[in-house]
């Protein structure tokens, strides 16, 4: 049902049980709040990609949450329990590997909705700092994914964790943490565990609920292909909404439809596992998502990863701050637009370049 | 302020963030660059013999068992053999020579016994590695299993679809322009990309 203003009179006159068994609920926890007015444009696919992200971070959590009880995060079984997983555990392979495309997902459809939000200008005033907030989540999950790679401890994580601590040590004090004497007597994989399955996942969950918060606050951000209201910052009065649940509804849809494409994908080509890691050697590579850093480090050495990732999250942090156009529709923002491109196809062509390389030209430099 | 006026200010905006850029990155680069792996050296003669493993567990090709031979090779002229069969070692080293890389790994896997099992519990970042397993593929043919995984899925995909179809926004973005056009008149560029 499209309502247009006050979504209080949403279907008055259905009143069946469920019905009823909502207004008991929602006399004591208010559920009712969800309902309030979103504009209809925020219901297509490319502005619930938000919301696509989310449901990949659900099945991340739920999967993970089966993984931890057979996971051993020692450093002398941890390898051995990822293959119990794969070959002994009912399901097991078919959870880990969901949990893998998951994570791939979740990368993919965040790094998505940040385009989005960039072509259509959505970080722009009073939006800053929801997008400061998705730029961490950004973070966040690229940690997560590098976390997760270690964890599996054969070659390729070891390798990773290799590069990690290089560069802790190239940040001095602030990468005090990936240092391995910062609690010398733990292995540091036991760490990274704590950090992937509480402190990363945390943090994700605390800045989901901000950012939600912050949408409901400013409202979804206007299309730039309609028009707005006087403000030019919200959609105009006359754009038919749809409450809320409605918009939770579809991305339900879209969260239900992903898990099916995930799966199918864990089905087919579920993630292997690498051979035991052994110290001194670099016969890997990492995974894509860190591709265009590892092209920089076979350019100028490890600080070519510590500085591209450090530049590359500087320019989204600072972009709202820098764009002050006030246009949001493309066509009127052709600097933005030809920046954004250049550092966009600078990473692909990276990203390919990395993929072309055989993993051997990447050792003993 | 007009539109050629803001793009102007716009481009030196953004002009000046890409010079701020380029200075930074050049006061920070060494003069010579750092690399993460450094030449993997070590004189540990039980971890030179795992070096050798590992590099067969990944590349049995021509490549991996050279890089193993010169592992090999460092692991019987080290001064540290401590815990390392050197005689298996050296009949290891033969088994290369001759390519039976099967007979190799094991060898190498077995000169290394005493040394391993000495090991301390890893901490920091040690690896922890007694023994060097292969890589495990991700599968092989299809279960019962998988099919089942496989059905549930393809299920899940099409109930989603057809949800997400169920509850499309009633109005597209032409239908949507169309509904606002008497407030805002429509700008010929913007209409161009609602018909696209």
Do not use: C
């Not at chain 1, 999967?63 to 079984?77: C, K, M, R």
């Not at chain 1, 995974?287 to 500085?307: D, M, Q, R, S």
Request: proline share 6%; net charge neutral; hydrophobic share 45%.
């Amino acid at each position: 049902m499209t309502v247009t203003g006050d979504t209080s009179v949403v279907e008055p006159h259905r009143r069946g049980r469920a019905r009823r068994a909502i207004d008991v609920v929602d006399d004591r926890l208010g559920i009712r709040a969800l309902e309030y007015p979103v504009p209809e444009h925020g219901n297509k696919l490319t502005w619930s990609l938000g919301g696509v992200t989310v449901a990949s971070l659900v099945i991340l959590i739920v999967t993970g949450i089966v993984l931890v009880q057979f996971y051993n995060p020692v450093p002398e079984a941890a390898n051995q329990s990822v293959r119990d997983i794969v070959t002994h555990v009912w399901g097991g392979r078919f959870v880990r590997s969901l949990h893998f495309w998951s994570a791939q997902a979740m990368y993919v459809t965040a790094a998505l909705h940040m385009i989005r939000v960039f072509l259509t200008g959505s970080y722009k005033k009073p939006r800053e700092a929801n997008w400061l907030i998705g730029v961490a989540m950004f973070g966040l999950v690229t940690l997560a994914v590098f976390t997760g790679t270690v964890l599996k401890w054969d070659q390729e994580g070891y390798e990773a964790l290799g590069h990690n601590l290089e560069l802790g040590k190239l940040l001095g004090g602030a990468g005090l943490w990936f240092s391995p004497d910062f609690a010398d007597r733990v292995p540091i994989l036991v760490r990274l565990n704590s950090a992937h399955v509480v402190i990363i996942p945390g943090l994700i969950l605390v800045l989901v609920i901000l950012h939600a918060l912050l949408v409901k606050k400013h409202k979804i951000s206007p299309h730039p292909a309609l028009p707005t209201d006087e403000s030019g910052e919200q959609a105009p009065a006359a754009e038919p909404t749809e409450p809320f649940t409605h918009h939770l509804r579809r991305i339900t849809a879209f969260g239900i439809a992903l898990l099916g494409i995930l799966g199918l994908l864990s089905v087919v080509f579920p993630p292997g596992l690498g051979a035991s890691p052994v110290a001194g050697i670099e016969v890997t590579k990492p995974p894509w998502n860190f591709w265009w850093l590892f092209t920089l480090e076979n350019w100028v050495g490890l600080n070519g990863i510590l500085y591209g990732e450090l530049v590359f999250f500087a320019v989204l942090v600072i972009l709202p701050f820098v764009d002050r156009n006030p246009e949001r529709y493309w066509r009127r923002r052709p600097v933005a637009m030809t920046l954004g491109l250049l550092l966009l196809l600078f990473i692909i062509a990276l990203t390919i370049l990395m993929a072309v390389t055989p993993a051997k030209q990447h050792m003993g430099m | 302020m007009s539109r050629m006026d803001r793009e102007s200010a716009e481009l030196r905006r953004w002009s000046r963030l890409v010079v701020v850029f380029g200075v930074l990155l050049a006061a920070l680069s060494p003069a010579s660059p750092a690399w993460a792996h450094g030449d993997g050296e070590t004189a540990e003669g039980y971890q030179l013999v795992q070096q050798a493993l590992g590099h067969l567990a990944h590349d049995t090709g021509h490549t991996g068992v050279m890089d193993a031979m010169e592992k090999v090779d460092d692991a019987l002229n080290t001064d540290d053999q401590e815990g390392v069969d050197v005689a298996l070692l050296t009949r290891a080293q033969g088994a290369l020579d001759a390519d039976r890389v099967s007979e190799a790994r094991a060898l190498l896997q077995q000169s290394i016994t005493e040394a391993v099992s000495g090991l301390k519990p890893a901490t920091g970042e040690e690896t922890g590695t007694t023994v060097v397993l292969l890589p495990l593929r991700g599968r092989g043919g299809l279960t019962g299993q998988d099919w089942g995984f496989g059905s549930a899925s393809l299920l899940l995909l099409v109930v989603g679809l057809a949800l997400a179809v169920r509850f499309r926004p009633h109005d597209n973005l032409r239908q949507l322009r169309r509904q606002l056009a008497p407030a805002v008149p429509p700008r010929s560029d913007e209409s161009a990309e609602v018909r696209s």
